[in-house]
């Protein structure tokens, strides 16, 4: 029991920090982050990355496309 919680703390501080990041990366505060802001947050990742990870196509990322792409590796988590 205890574990769990410990596990569940972890989680609720990785999806916290995670949600700062993706703020920061998301300069004009539109709530996706665009090919620009892409390019910004994460110079030495090939655009491919980008592609790969816009599930939807919309041409730019959401919070949940961001964390699914980390999560797979397609980006990296720093
Ligand atoms: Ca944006």
């Known amino acids: 029991?205890?574990?769990?919680?410990?596990?569940?703390?972890?989680?609720?501080?990785?999806?916290?920090?995670?949600?700062?990041d993706f703020k920061?990366?998301?300069t004009d505060a539109n709530g996706v982050i665009s090919e620009i802001e892409f390019v910004a947050a994460y110079p030495s990742t090939p655009e491919a990355a980008?592609?790969?990870?816009d599930v939807d196509k919309s041409g730019a990322l959401d919070e949940a496309e961001i964390a699914a792409a980390t999560e797979a590796?397609?980006?990296?988590?720093?």
């Open 73 to 78: 590796g397609v980006l990296p988590s720093e």
């Open 1 to 20: 029991m205890k574990n769990s919680i410990a596990i569940l703390a972890s989680m609720l501080f990785a999806t916290a920090s995670f949600a700062a």
């Open 24 to 26: 920061a990366m998301d």
């Open 50 to 53: 980008l592609v790969a990870a």
